[in-house]
């Protein structure tokens, strides 16, 4: 079983950039995919990013491809989200999941989920 906690969120000015951190409790963090996921209020839960259990492949939804980037550090057992030319439209509640399926944007596929941290993006 994994224990996600993700911090990093907050209020930041269009243009700006942000680094999420999750971080994982469990000696098996590095034998699970690891992806991001968003919901804005209103909205359903969209994948964001996505990375293979050694970090060597990751995945990207369009809207934030060369934006985003999502790496993972299996000793630290940790996951980053670092978010740069942030835009009004990324305002969202920010998650870190935990699955057995590399690259799946279904967040059916995960699970287990960490409390979330809220980006906001002001114009």
Do not use: H
Request: some cysteine; charged content about 15%; proline content about 2%.
């Amino acid at each position: 079983q994994v224990q996600l906690v993700e911090s990093g969120g907050g209020l930041v000015q269009a243009g700006g950039s942000l680094r999420l951190s999750c971080a994982a409790s469990g000696r098996t963090f590095s034998t699970y995919a690891m992806g991001w996921f968003r919901q804005a209020p209103g909205l359903e839960r969209e994948f964001v990013a996505g990375i293979s259990l050694g970090g060597s492949r990751t995945y990207y939804e369009d809207s934030v491809k060369g934006r985003f980037t999502i790496s993972r550090d299996n000793a630290k057992n940790a996951v980053y989200l670092q978010m740069v030319s942030l835009k009004p439209e990324d305002t969202a509640v920010y998650y870190c999941a935990a699955g057995g399926i590399t690259g799946t944007q279904n967040y059916a596929d995960y699970n287990y989920w960490g409390q979330g941290t809220q980006v906001t993006v002001s114009s």
